[in-house]
């Protein structure tokens, strides 16, 4: 593979995880509503299991750990 099509392989792998994950938040998350992380009968499990995540996620962002 040259680098040329190296770089257009690898640029168009990008675009097409954004796309995807665009397509994910808008149909999953805004119009069905039913992405969830885990599936638990217990709402309450969930609801803490997210918030862990979430907090962690978030808190390694702002650390600048991305």
Not at 37 to 51: C, D, G, Q
């Amino acid at each position: 593979m040259t680098k040329e099509n190296k770089n257009l392989f690898v640029a168009g792998f990008i675009l097409g995880l954004g796309i995807l994950g665009a397509i994910d938040g808008v149909v999953f998350h805004q119009l069905l509503q039913w992405h969830h992380m885990i599936l638990s009968p217990n709402i309450k499990v969930e609801i803490f299991y997210r918030r862990i995540v979430y907090g962690c996620f978030f808190g390694a962002d702002g650390l600048g750990c991305d």
